[in-house]
Each structure stands twice: as C-alpha cells, then as structure tokens.
C-alpha cells in the first residue's frame, strides 16, 4: 500500500467527523437536518473519498476517475464552505442577516466553483527572462512540473500537454519537468505517457514524491515507451546546458552527495529538483539554475497565502546576490481538488539571455 494510500486511509474518519459538524452548521441555516440523515451524508462522503482509491490502484476507470472529480470538488467546497459558515456566524453574533443575504453568500462558493475548476483545466504559456553573464547564445526552455497523472489528471491532461508542447518546438530547445509526473491516486501503465512520443524536442524528467506512490518502475517505463529522458540522480549535456536531475529522497533513498562531478563548469549547470529547498546550497557548489515544483504555488485561495509564508520560495523566479536563479512553477495539475484560484496551470517558457 503507497503512502499516499495509508494517508487517505487515516484521515477520512476525521474527514466524516468534519463533514458532520460542517453540513449541520450549514443546514442549520435552512433549518437543519436529522442528525442521523446527516450521519448518512457523512459515512456516504467519506466512502467516495476513499473506496475508489483501491480500485483505481489496480486499474483506473471512468466510474472511478468520475467519483474522484467528484470527490475533489466536494473537498475544495467543504473548505469554501467552512470559510463562509463562519463568515455568516461571527456577522450573525453582531446583526440580524437576512435570509436573501445568507442564500446569496452560499450561493458563492459554487459560482466560483465554477471558476476555479475552468481555471484548474486551462493550461497556459507563461514567458520569464533569465540574465546570465556567462551565456554564449540565446536559450529557451519549456518547465513544467506536477502534471500529477492519476484519477483526476488523466490521458486527456497527458495530450493537452504533449500539444502545448508541440507548439512549442520551434520555440524552445528542450522541456523538462520537475518532477511528480504521475499523481499516485490512480495505476500507471507502460502506454500512458505515450502522447510525448509525438514531440520531438527532448523532454527531460526527474522524479517527485508522488511519482513514488504509483511504483517508481511502472513511471520509468512508461516514461522509457515515451521516450522521455530520465535524469535520476545523474547528468546530461544538451547543446550549451548540463542538466543533473537531483531525484527526490523518498523510501529507503537517501539525498546523494553532490560533488564536481554533477556539473560541467564550461557549460550553463541547471539542477532540476522537485522541491525549492537547498538553492543556497546548489549555487554555491555551481548550479546556476534551479528547476522545482512541489508547492503548485499554493493552487487556491487562501492556502496561497499560506503557502507564500510556509516556503520560502514558493512560486515564480528568483535572483540571489551570485546572480544563480531559482524558479519554482505552479505546476500543470492540481493536488486532490481539481481547482485553482490565484494561480495558474502552466508551462513557463524560461529564456535566457546574456546579460
């Protein structure tokens, strides 16, 4: 069983005892619902979160990609709807609301539901420029990261992707993904990256911690039929870069040690490396580029806000006092909750410029 498996296993207790206490207060202002119908509500909640985790862990279906979208929805909803109960409470402790009123702030969390779900399935091009001192000629790279393959993110996210990219060719020299390929929440088979065969710029990838939970062997040899280069803990040159693909400690891994030997000192060094830690660390030793993912730029408000005070670097590009630059992107897919509010779904076209 994946960690990701035996973390939705344990939380959804405290899942139904949440979504108990949430649709009372909720329904409370509509008049409220027998505790046993919502005791019902709760169990059945809770049964979607998690038993099509198991079936999808053998073979994904469209039943149970449809329960998990559904599932998905419903927790980013559950928070909104949170955030707006007590909204409604602390005014209610003050004034008198009227019904019209109370409706029409409940009635937000779907409208923008809508939204967030339209904005969680546009992918889009962002441009970033990058001065390096030591750069012969210009470079543009495509980055991505957290394409999150699964129940949610499936084929259909693999091909919109594999598109973009096929835009992008005459544009960009090479892609490289930072890591969490595949999402964890569904199997992966040997044929479902193959819509990156099409492209024809090489497409670099190192793994992330989610890339673990499905097997990291059947995300390698899917990547292998795509013809997708792997850069696990090792380097590569490719024109004026060398890349090494620091992949992420997980299980009984261990972060290597890296020495002189994972850069090529005539060349411009890019680390690619799933999470934005230990940029300080990297440029020191040389890097002059760091490629990471992770934190999807905190996906929605307000976890954005959050996540910009508990990373450090949480999303876009950054330039320390050496002049060696990190960019974290936001990310292709979406974890657990297919919605975005505040960021985008994106590939980032990094180009670098002599200074």
């Known amino acids: 069983m994946s ?37 019902i509500l709760s169990v059945l909640i809770g049964l979607i979160h998690c038993i099509p ?14 329960l998990t979208t559904v599932d998905g929805i419903w927790m980013w909803m559950s928070v909104m709807f949170l955030i707006d109960i007590l909204i409604i409470y602390i005014i209610g402790t003050f004034m008198m609301l009227l019904f019209s ?35 012969l000629r210009d470079i543009n790279i495509a980055h991505l990261s957290d ?25 960009c020299e090479l892609a490289i ?55 696990d803990n090792e380097r590569k040159e490719f024109g004026d870069l060398s890349i090494f693909g620091l992949t992420f400690s997980f299980g009984d891994r261990s972060i290597p040690k890296l020495d ?8 411009i060094n890019i680390i690619n490396y799933h999470v934005p830690y230990y940029w300080g660390e990297f440029s020191k030793l040389g890097f002059d580029i760091q490629l990471s993912g992770h934190t999807h730029g905190g996906q929605f408000y307000p976890v954005v806000w959050f996540s910009d005070m508990m990373f450090g ?27 975005r509010w505040g960021t985008d779904s994106e590939i980032v076209i990094l180009k670098l410029r002599k200074s």
């Open 3 to 39: 960690f990701r498996s035996k973390r939705v296993i344990f939380i959804t207790p405290f899942y139904m005892i949440f979504q108990f206490f949430l649709l009372k207060y909720l329904l409370l202002l509509f008049g409220g619902l027998n505790d046993v119908y919502l005791i």
């Open 101 to 135: 009123v109370t409706l029409g702030l409940i009635l937000i969390v779907p409208v923008l539901g809508l939204y967030n779900f339209y904005k969680a399935n546009k992918l889009v091009i962002n441009e970033k420029t990058l001065k390096i001192d030591d750069l």
């Open 177 to 231: 993904i930072s890591g969490d390929l595949a999402d964890g929440s569904s199997t992966v088979e040997p044929d479902d990256f193959l819509a990156f065969k099409d492209v024809e710029m090489p497409i670099v990838f190192t793994p992330g911690n989610h890339d673990f939970y499905p097997g990291i062997d059947n995300v390698l040899l899917a990547c292998k039929n795509a013809e997708i280069i792997v850069l």
């Open 313 to 339: 670097y949480n999303r876009g590009l950054f330039k320390n006092k050496s002049g060696k630059y990190l960019h974290v992107t936001t990310g292709v897919g979406s974890m657990d909750t297919p919605m």
């Open 147 to 171: 394409i999150h393959f699964g129940s949610i993110r499936h084929k259909k996210t693999i091909k919109s992707v594999a598109k973009k990219l096929k835009e992008l060719e005459g544009i």
């Open 260 to 267: 002189e030997n994972c850069l090529n000192s005539s060349l």
């Open 53 to 66: 985790m198991f079936f999808e862990a053998k073979k994904s279906t469209i039943v149970g990609r449809f």
